[in-house]
């Protein structure tokens, strides 16, 4: 028995060999009091105090509908399309009740036609696939990468294989940007229309600027675990006039109604638009608009406080277990990043048993660590039985099967985040220590 007893305490030792070379111990998880978080992982952002009170003063007076205006006021909804326009350095914004349907409207502004193919990210939300499938278009997936973004070389492939192409849809998942240089090229050399999906990139900037510009339209969201909470709600933003006015009439802006935007164009680019197209009532309410208008405020010190939360705790993840897992690397190019969550890619010897018994550790002690492969999880390409894969994505499959997911709330303290970290490190090691 001691023999044995002395083999496996070899090989256990064996197992935690730390990355880091200044950490000289390592106490069993058996032997110590484990961690648990004791916060909730889904707390959303707060509404702040001037946006409570304009949504307060605005159901005073029952002016919800953003047209319910004098002639020569602005309602909470244009002035809110103004400030974020300001903020990612567009010329147009049109305000939507979701991101979704900023997506949807991108492509019908954008003449897709019944049937037709878009490429898109195959590691993505269902949201995105979903906006493909209400635009009448057909979902093929392009390959992601360890680092959770779109691969350029099966992005190549694909416009080859796919000569009739016309649209390519990317999605910066999680706030991950890929090569928008090198994605922008193939479209051109393709003649593809290339669109942006930022519901996870606001505050990010390539290369300078914000995400959004690579394409020649892009969609941000205001859904609650976004960087900007109204609960739901959604923007397109172009320096594209036709497909800005289009997207003005598409959205509900009938009859002379587009007179009441000041992110729009001019009367000479909607014409006949409101007679030649459908409303499909898709409009972003002043209640929306006025909790997210003082977040915008504030969006610059909220990103320097996730940033810097997330850099602690990845430095500290990397140093001490930086042998059992990765985490996902900016492109080259992405300026200004932004972290509001964190994913990691669990290493290859971690077994498919290991992983479970992490994710089941990690929730065990408060911590819900969501695993983007699990069969239930939206963000995983064979849950999307509306709009399959018809080509085998065993690169996204790969990455899938042992990327993991957390949120990183900011009403949290950083004590909270101490505790998040040790649970994950508690977790990874009782999970390596198991067999099936």
């Known amino acids: 028995m001691s023999i044995l007893f002395l083999v496996l ?7 935690f060999v730390m990355k880091n070379p200044t950490i000289k111990t390592y106490e069993s998880p058996a032997t110590r009091e484990r961690t648990f978080v004791k916060r909730d992982i889904k707390t959303p952002d ?5 946006g409570r009170e304009e949504a307060a003063s605005l159901m005073e007076t029952g002016r919800l509908y953003r047209y319910n205006i004098k002639p020569d006021e602005k309602s909470t909804v244009t002035q809110c399309e103004e400030e974020i326009a300001a903020y990612t350095g567009h010329k147009y914004c049109v305000a939507l009740n979701s991101c979704g349907s900023a997506i949807f409207l991108m492509m019908k502004c954008t003449n897709l036609q019944p049937g037709e193919e878009v490429l898109s990210n195959a590691f993505t939300f269902g949201a995105v696939p979903s906006a ?3 635009a009448g278009g057909k979902a093929v997936y392009v390959e992601s990468n360890d680092d959770h973004v779109m691969d350029v070389e099966d992005l190549q492939k694909k416009l080859t294989a796919h000569p009739n ?8 998942m999680r706030g991950k940007v890929g090569n928008m240089d090198a994605i922008a090229e193939a479209c051109e050399e393709h003649g593809a229309i290339l669109l942006e999906d930022c519901a996870h ?3 990010v900037q390539w290369k300078g600027k914000h995400t959004g510009h690579s394409g020649i339209a892009c969609a941000i969201s205001s859904q609650s675990y976004k960087m900007i909470n109204s609960g739901e709600g959604g923007f397109l933003l172009t320096d594209d006039p036709d497909i800005a006015a289009k997207c003005a009439v598409y959205a509900g802006a009938y009859e002379n109604l587009s007179s009441k935007h000041t992110t729009v164009p001019g009367p000479e680019y909607f014409e006949d638009l409101v007679t ?5 009532s898709l ?5 929306a608009a006025a909790v997210i208008r003082p977040q915008i405020l504030t969006l610059e010190e909220r990103i320097e406080t996730y940033n810097r939360r997330y850099r602690k705790l990845t430095e500290k993840l990397e140093a001490v277990m930086g042998d059992h897992l990765s985490i996902p690397q900016n492109t080259p190019g992405v300026t200004t990043p932004v972290h509001d969550s964190l994913q990691f890619n669990l290493a290859p010897h971690v077994s498919s048993f290991q992983v479970k018994r992490f994710l089941k550790e990690c929730k065990n002690h408060g911590l819900p660590v969501e695993l983007f492969g ?4 939206a963000r995983n390409f064979v849950n999307w039985k509306f709009a399959p894969a018809e080509d085998p994505l065993p690169q996204t499959s790969l990455m899938l099967s042992r990327a993991c997911d957390v949120r990183m709330p900011l009403m949290w303290s950083d004590s909270d985040f101490d505790d998040m970290y040790n649970v994950i490190v508690e977790s990874l090691e009782v999970s390596l220590m198991s067999e099936a």
């Not at 192409?165 to 910066?172: A, D, E, N, Y």
């Not at 030649?276 to 499909?280: S, V």
């Not at 409009?283 to 209640?287: G, I, T």
């Open 374 to 377: 699990a069969k239930s999880n």
């Open 132 to 134: 493909i499938e209400h």
């Open 201 to 203: 990139s606001l505050g």
């Open 9 to 15: 305490l070899s090989s256990f030792s064996h197992a």
């Open 276 to 280: 030649q197209l459908p409303n499909y």
């Open 165 to 172: 192409c016309k649209h390519v849809l990317v999605s910066h």
């Open 283 to 287: 409009r972003m309410n002043n209640l």
């Open 46 to 50: 707060p509404v702040p105090q001037a």
